[in-house]
C-alpha cells in the first residue's frame, strides 16, 4: 500500500527488547525527548520531520507533530527503539490513535505496520476513517479492529509472507496526493495497540465495537430543495446550502446515534462543520451558508453512541459568484468559449439537466457529436428522433452547437463490415458520397440552429484508418454539400490531434486538400507545454500553404486521473483557455463536461467538469469564473513581465477599451513579487471567484504570482496597465550544501520619488533557519539596493520546500510578497576511477519524476504504467576523468528509430550541466542499431557540437528489462573550461514504446520542456 501510494510518509518505531508476555502496546510520548525518532530519507519524499512538542495535545502534555512537504510518490522512515509487543499468536488486535492537524487535500490511506522476529514488516490497513482530509483542527480517534493472521501486505527479510512471532509495534503509514503545495502537519497522540489476549491501554478507555456497523451501510447525500435557478448542487455564493441524508444497509432495527459532518474549499480551507442527533423517523439535514464563492467538499460520518464510524458519505456542490452582464466582444481577438459534451444518447430528462449545465457555467457554444449510423441504420432509413430533440433544447438555453459529424455508418464502411470490433468498420473511411449526403442532410435539417460543422475527429491518428489524401477527398465532398444547402456554414476539418501517431498527415492534408477549410480546428490535452507544441505544429503546417483562416482549439481538456489532482485541473483549464488567443486561438472548447465514468485511475474517466454524478469539480467553477470574468472581452496582447521570466500575463479589454482584465500566473518554482500601475479602480479575483479590492499608492499596485492564474481587473483603457520593473526581486532557488549557511540576497528597487523606508522579513519553514529574520532598509528616491541574509539547513532534519520574502514599507500599497525555493545541494563525492554500481544511487527517478506528454489525454497506449515502464536509478562519482554517470533504467519496451540528430524522440538520456559563470551544456546518449552514441548538442561559444569521438558505453539487458548508460562528462569540457566543484546539473530518460516519444523522468525540470539551466539541481563535489 504505502510502497507504491502517492507521496507516502511513513515513520515507523524499530525492533527493541520487549517482555514477551506483554500482549499490548502504548504510547503516550510523555516520556519521550527530542531524539525519539530519526528520520531515514528514502526515494523521493524526503520532505517530512517528526518530532516530540507540547504545542498542541490530545492527552497529557506532549504529542508527535509529523510535518511533510511530499514532492511525489516515495515514503519516509523514521525510527526509533522504543517499540513494544504486540502480538504472541492469531487473533483480533484493537487499534487506537488520536490525530489532529492540517493534512493535505486527500489522505489517500493509512496502516499499521507490524515487524516479526525474522525482521519481516506485516502491513494492516487502518479503515476509511484514516484517510479524511484533517484540517479543521479537531483531535479525532483511528480505531480499527485487525485480524493479525490476515496482513494486507509484507516486506523485509526473506519476504516469506509467513509471520513469525512475537510481533512488534514497527510503525504507521499515512499516504497522500500530490496536491498544491504538497504540505501539511499531523499531531499524533495517545496511540494504542491491544493485542489478542492483552488489555487495551489507550489513554483514553476504548469503546465497544459497534452493534449497528454493516459493510453494506451508505450514506447519500442531496439537495434538500432546489438551487435556486441553478442546476442541482450549483448555488449562488451567499445562499443557504440545504442537504439531506438518507443511510441503508444498516443492521435491522438499529440507528447511529449521532451525525457528524463538515465542509471544506480548496486546499482544505475549512468552511463549516456540526453534530447532530439522529433522529428516529427523519434523517438529518446539513445547513450552513456559502459565505464565498468556489467549490463545496463535504462529508457526513454516521457515529454510533461511543463515538465509532459506523459509516461515512460524501458529495460536492459549488457557490458561485453572481453571473455579470454579458459583453459584446467583436472582430480580431473574440472567443468563442465553448465545452464537449456527449449528448446523443442522454434520454430527455438527463440532456436537459447536461444542457442547463453548459449554460450556468457561461459557455457560449457545445460541441456535440452527430452519430451517423445512429442517424441513418440503413441505406433508406433517417432516424433524428434523438437530435431534433436535442438541437432545439440547445437553443432553449441559448447554446450554439458545433456539430461532429461521425464515425462512418456500419453500411457505408470501405473495412470490413462484419468485424468483431466495432471500430474495425466505424473508423474505416466511409464511401465519400454517402458520407457526403448524411452531411448535406445534417445541415439542412439543423442549419437554423448553427452553421458550424466539423468533418470528423481527429483523421491524423487512429479514429481515421485512411490516409490524409482519401481524408482530403472526404472532406472536399462533405464541404460542397454542407455549403449546397446552407451557403453561410462554416466547415472545419475534423479536429487534428497532438499525438504523433503519423507526423506527416497535417502537412499532407494542407497540402493536398482544394477545400479549405472555413477554421482550422487542432486538439491538445495535458497541461499548458502541450498546447505550446501543438500550436506551433498546426501553425507550421498552416504557414507552410498559405492558410490563414481562423484556429480553433476544440477539443482540450485536462484529466484529474491518478495523481492528478482536482484542484490541478482548475488550474490548467484558467492557464490554458486564457491563454489560447495568445496562440492565434479564436476559439476554445474544454473537453469535457461530464466525467465519462467512475474509476479515478481511468483517464478517459475524470476529464469532465462534473464528475458523472453532475456534482461539481474545482475545474467546474473555474470554467465559470473564466467566462463570467472574461466573458465578452477582447484578447489584446501577451505581456512580458520584468524580473519574472517564467511569468505569463494576458490582457483583455472590453469591446470599448473601457475596462480590462489581466489574467497572469508563474509557471517557475516558488511566487514572483510583480509591481503594477494600474489606470483605475482594480480587484483580484481567484480561480473560485472569490474577488478582493486590490489596495494602490503612489500609482502602484503590488502583484504576487503563483501557478494559480489569478485575475486583475481594472477600470480604465487596457493599453495604459504596465507591468513595471519589480520593488523586490531575487532568485527563486537556493540551494545551501546540507549544515552550511548560504547567503540568499534581495534587491530592492524604489521607483518612488521619495525614499523607501520599511523591512524585509525572511520566514524559513521548520528546520530551515535564516538569520537574521529581518532587515531594515532605506532607499533613496530611484535607487537600487541589495540586502542578503544567511539561510541554512540542518542535514540531520528533513527538508521543506519555501521561504516567504516580505517588504513592509507605509509608502507602498501592501505588503511586496515573494517566495523562494530551498532545495538543498546533492554532494557528490571523489571516488575511484569507477563507481560502485550496486551501491546506494545518488537520485532515483520514478513515478515522482514522470512528464506524462499525454497522461491527461485519451491515448491509453500513450500512458505510463508504473515503475516498470520507465523508472531511473543514477550514481555519480567524481573521478580524475571527470563526472561519471552510471544510469540504470528500467523500461518495458526499449524503442531507438529515431533519425539521426533526433535520437531524443526515442529511448534515450538527456544530460545537461552549467557553471557558475555561465556557460550552458547539454549531451544526448542513445543506443542505436548500429551501437551507442553520444553527442554534445549545446555548447557554448568555442564547443564543436555534434557526436563525441569518446567511446561510450550503453547496453541493453531485455530478459531485465533494463538498459545501463555508463559515461563521463571530463574534465576538460568542450570550449576550453574545466568542470569546476561547484556546478548545476540535470538528466532525463526518455521514453519511447514504439507509438513516439511518450515522456520522460527527470531530476529537476529544466531539459525537456524547455531549457532552463535555473532548473538544474545544484552539485558540490567534495
Request: with cysteine.
Amino acid at each position: 500500500m504505502f510502497k507504491t501510494a502517492i507521496g507516502a510518509i511513513v515513520f515507523a518505531a524499530a525492533l527493541c527488547a520487549a517482555p514477551t508476555f506483554a500482549q499490548s502496546y502504548s504510547q503516550d510520548f510523555e516520556k519521550a525527548d527530542a531524539s525519539y525518532f530519526q528520520p531515514v530519507n528514502q526515494q523521493n519524499a524526503a520532505g517530512a520531520a517528526i518530532q516530540i512538542v507540547s504545542s498542541r495535545v490530545h492527552g497529557g502534555d506532549k504529542s508527535a507533530d509529523l510535518s511533510f512537504q511530499s514532492t511525489g510518490s516515495g515514503y519516509i522512515n523514521v525510527t526509533t527503539g522504543q517499540g513494544g509487543v504486540v502480538a504472541n499468536g492469531p487473533g483480533a488486535a484493537h487499534f487506537s490513535l488520536w490525530v489532529c492537524g492540517a493534512g493535505p487535500e486527500k489522505l489517500l490511506n493509512a496502516g499499521l505496520l507490524l515487524i516479526d522476529a525474522g525482521n519481516e514488516t506485516f502491513l494492516y490497513p487502518l479503515g476509511d476513517a484514516s484517510v479524511k482530509p484533517l484540517a479543521d483542527g479537531d483531535w479525532r480517534q483511528i480505531q480499527q479492529d485487525i485480524d493479525i493472521a490476515k496482513p494486507a501486505a509484507h516486506w523485509g527479510d526473506k519476504n516469506t509472507g509467513a509471520i513469525q512471532y512475537p510481533l512488534r509495534f514497527f510503525g504507521l503509514g499515512f499516504s497522500h496526493a500530490n496536491t498544491a503545495g504538497g504540505k501539511g502537519q499531523l499531531f499524533l497522540d495517545d496511540l494504542a495497540i491491544a493485542g489478542p489476549d492483552g488489555a487495551k491501554t489507550a489513554a483514553e478507555p476504548s469503546p465497544p465495537p459497534s452493534k449497528v456497523s454493516s459493510p453494506e451501510a451508505r450514506i447519500v447525500i442531496q439537495p434538500s430543495t432546489p438551487s435556486s435557478k441553478l442546476p442541482a448542487y450549483f448555488y449562488p455564493a451567499g445562499a443557504m446550502v440545504s442537504l439531506r441524508l438518507t443511510i441503508s444497509g444498516l443492521a435491522s432495527g438499529a440507528a447511529p446515534a449521532t451525525l457528524d459532518w463538515r465542509a471544506w474549499g480548496v486546499n482544505s480551507v475549512p468552511l463549516a462543520k456540526g453534530r447532530v442527533a439522529w433522529g428516529a423517523k427523519i434523517a438529518p439535514a446539513i445547513q450552513f451558508r456559502a459565505t464565498r464563492p468556489g467549490i463545496i467538499y463535504i462529508e457526513a460520518k454516521a457515529l454510533d453512541t461511543v463515538g465509532r464510524t459506523i459509516t461515512s458519505g460524501e458529495t460536492r456542490c459549488a457557490a458561485l459568484s453572481p453571473r455579470r452582464a454579458p459583453e459584446t466582444a467583436g472582430g480580431a481577438g473574440a472567443m468563442h468559449y465553448g465545452v464537449n459534451a456527449h449528448l446523443g444518447g442522454l434520454g430527455p430528462e438527463d440532456a436537459d439537466r447536461n444542457v442547463a449545465l453548459i449554460a450556468a457555467l457561461g459557455f457560449q457554444y457545445c460541441r456535440m457529436d452527430v452519430n451517423w449510423d445512429a442517424v441513418q441504420p440503413r441505406p433508406d432509413a433517417w432516424e433524428w428522433g434523438a437530435y431534433d430533440r436535442l438541437y432545439p433544447l440547445l437553443a432553449k438555453y441559448g447554446i450554439t452547437p458545433s456539430s461532429l459529424l461521425a464515425y462512418t455508418a456500419h453500411w457505408a464502411t470501405t473495412g470490413d463490415p462484419n468485424a468483431a470490433k466495432w471500430q474495425d468498420w466505424a473508423f474505416a473511411p466511409p464511401r465519400a458520397a454517402d458520407y457526403a449526403t448524411f452531411a448535406g442532410q445534417a445541415a439542412k435539417r439543423y442549419g437554423k440552429y448553427s452553421r458550424y460543422w466539423e468533418i470528423w475527429n481527429e483523421p491524423d491518428n487512429d479514429f481515421w484508418r485512411g490516409d490524409a489524401a482519401t481524408y482530403a477527398s472526404l472532406f472536399a465532398a462533405a464541404s460542397v454539400a454542407i455549403k449546397n444547402v446552407q451557403p453561410n456554414a462554416q466547415v472545419m476539418n475534423g479536429g487534428f490531434s497532438e499525438v504523433p501517431f503519423r507526423a506527416r498527415f497535417i502537412s499532407d492534408f494542407t497540402r493536398l486538400e482544394q477545400v479549405k477549410p472555413d477554421i482550422f480546428a487542432f486538439h491538445s490535452h495535458g497541461p499548458i507545454d502541450n498546447l505550446r507544441r501543438a500550436e506551433v505544429n498546426i501553425d507550421n503546417a498552416m504557414k507552410q500553404s498559405s492558410w490563414t483562416m481562423p484556429k480553433w482549439l476544440n477539443e482540450s481538456g485536462f484529466s484529474s486521473s491518478g495523481s492528478n489532482t482536482e484542484y490541478e485541473q482548475a488550474v490548467t483549464l484558467a492557464q490554458k483557455m486564457s491563454y489560447a488567443p495568445a496562440l492565434g486561438a479564436s476559439g476554445y472548447f474544454w473537453y469535457d463536461l461530464r466525467n465519462d465514468g467512475d474509476d479515478p485511475m481511468d483517464s478517459d474517466h475524470n476529464f469532465g467538469l462534473v464528475r458523472h454524478d453532475l456534482t461539481p469539480k474545482a475545474a467546474a467553477v473555474a470554467a465559470y469564473t473564466l467566462t463570467n470574468v472574461l466573458g465578452g472581452l477582447k484578447y489584446v496582447r501577451s505581456l512580458p513581465v520584468p524580473d519574472a521570466p517564467n511569468a505569463y500575463a494576458v490582457l483583455y479589454a472590453n469591446p470599448k477599451n473601457q475596462h480590462g482584465v489581466l489574467v497572469a500566473w508563474n509557471e517557475a518554482e516558488g511566487a514572483a513579487p510583480v509591481t503594477c500601475a494600474l489606470p483605475g479602480a482594480a480587484r483580484r479575483t481567484d480561480l473560485m471567484g472569490v474577488s478582493h479590492p486590490i489596495a494602490t499608492k503612489n500609482g502602484l499596485a503590488a502583484l504576487t504570482l503563483s501557478a494559480e492564474p489569478v485575475y486583475i481587473e481594472f477600470s480604465g483603457a487596457a493599453d495604459r496597465l504596465q507591468l513595471k520593473s519589480g520593488v523586490m526581486s531575487f532568485a527563486n532557488r537556493l540551494s545551501p550544501v546540507p549544515g552550511e549557511p548560504a547567503s540568499f540576497s534581495v534587491k530592492l528597487h524604489n521607483p518612488l520619488g521619495a525614499p523607501l523606508r520599511g523591512v524585509v522579513r525572511f520566514t524559513a519553514p521548520v528546520h530551515w533557519t535564516a538569520n537574521p529574520k529581518t532587515i531594515n532598509v532605506d532607499i533613496p528616491a530611484g535607487a537600487e539596493r541589495s540586502y542578503a541574509t544567511k539561510v541554512r539547513f540542518d542535514e540531520d532534519k528533513s527538508p521543506s520546500t519555501g521561504m516567504s520574502v516580505v517588504l513592509q514599507s507605509p509608502s507602498l500599497p501592501g505588503d511586496v510578497t515573494g517566495r523562494v525555493i530551498l532545495r538543498p545541494a546533492t554532494l557528490v563525492r571523489r571516488g575511484a576511477e569507477t563507481p560502485a554500481p550496486g551501491g546506494a544511487p545518488t537520485v532515483t527517478l520514478s513515478k515522482a519524476n514522470l512528464v506524462s506528454l499525454f497522461e491527461a489525454t485519451p491515448m491509453q497506449d500513450l500512458h505510463f504504467h508504473g515503475d516498470t515502464d520507465l523508472s531511473a536509478a543514477v550514481t555519480m562519482t567524481r573521478t580524475p576523468q571527470g563526472l561519471h554517470l552510471f544510469v540504470r533504467v528500467q523500461d518495458d519496451i526499449f524503442s531507438q528509430n529515431a533519425p539521426a540528430g533526433m535520437e531524443w524522440q526515442g529511448d534515450s538520456l538527456q544530460y545537461s550541466i552549467a557553471l557558475p559563470t555561465g556557460e550552458h551544456y547539454e549531451w544526448m546518449a542513445a543506443l542505436r542499431q548500429s551501437g551507442p552514441i553520444a553527442a554534445l548538442t549545446i555548447g557554448p561559444a568555442g564547443a564543436a557540437t555534434g557526436n563525441l569521438s569518446t567511446p561510450v558505453k550503453i547496453e541493453r539487458d531485455e530478459a531485465r528489462h533494463e538498459t545501463v548508460y555508463d559515461l563521463v562528462i571530463p574534465s576538460a569540457l568542450p570550449g576550453g573550461r574545466t568542470l569546476p566543484d561547484w556546478f548545476t546539473f540535470d538528466l532525463l530518460v526518455n521514453d519511447n514504446d514504439g507509438g513516439g516519444r511518450k515522456g520522460w523522468v527527470e531530476w529537476t525540470p529544466g531539459i525537456g520542456l524547455s531549457k532552463e539551466p535555473n532548473n538544474f539541481q545544484t552539485i558540490v563535489v567534495r
